[in-house]
């Protein structure tokens, strides 16, 4: 550890959640070409949307979806189409997080929106790291834009990540960003030096979307020079 503070502390992780998610996701070996239509029950408590129920895409654009654009209905979509009820699935990511000894850690929906959803900075290192093991979730994390089209209406998404530092000075391979008032703003990242040496950092609670990215950033400075 490079420098840590309050890393033990317990905090909401809003979107961060998605991580565990895409990981329970994969524990059902799905068929990434498979589709899934979009539904009504998608959308509890979701503000903002690139879908529209009645939408039929693949399971491959609504992972990109969930991961670059922490987009709720599609991380919702994703959970419903392994066949896993909704508490199975808040129950595997529970699992999960005590496989990966993250004991500060609870889970109670697949999305983040709930303040339920708990962990500390030292405890989701750990998720972070087994979730960036998984080439397509860090391929998927890495892009910086994405388009595709709806298989069932004349849609077509062009996707923006929302990692404002994929597109800084650093090597980043991986990150996930993530706010809800309860957590405030939230990041992970997963970057090489240029010696290719891994690093990791974690920010939760930080009091705005500015503060986010410029406290990164000196973390991963620090690191780099020590």
């Known amino acids: 550890i490079y420098f840590s503070k309050n890393k033990d502390t317990q905090m909401p992780i809003a979107s961060l959640t998605k991580l565990a998610t895409a990981l329970v996701f994969f524990e059902t070996k799905p068929d990434l070409s498979g589709t ?10 979701v503000s903002r949307s690139k879908l529209y129920p009645g939408e039929t895409i693949e399971l491959s654009d609504c992972l990109h979806l969930s991961l670059m654009c922490s987009d709720n209905a ?5 959970a419903r189409s392994t066949g896993l009820g909704n508490r199975e699935f808040i129950g595997r990511m529970n699992d999960l997080a ?32 087994r979730a960036y093991l998984n080439e397509t979730i860090s391929t998927i994390s890495a892009k910086k834009t994405y388009q ?11 996707l923006y990540n929302t990692n404002r530092l994929l597109y800084s000075r650093w090597d980043v391979r991986g ?4 706010y809800i008032s309860q957590a405030g703003y939230c990041l992970a990242l997963d970057m090489y030096d240029n010696t290719g040496r891994r690093i990791n950092a974690v920010v939760l609670g930080s009091p705005s979307n500015q503060f986010r990215y410029r406290d990164a950033d000196r973390l991963i400075a620090y690191a780099t020079h020590n």
């Not at 595709?148 to 062009?158: D, E, K, V």
């Open 98 to 129: 005590g496989k990966l000894g993250m004991d500060q850690t609870h889970f109670t929906d697949p999305t983040g929106l709930d303040a339920g959803n708990l962990s500390t900075a030292a405890d989701y290192i750990k998720l972070l790291r």
């Open 148 to 158: 595709f089209a709806a298989l069932n209406r004349n849609i077509t998404h062009t």
């Open 175 to 178: 990150g996930k960003t993530g």
């Open 74 to 78: 599609a991380m919702m979509a994703l």
């Open 36 to 45: 899934v239509t979009i539904i009504e029950s998608d959308f509890p408590g």
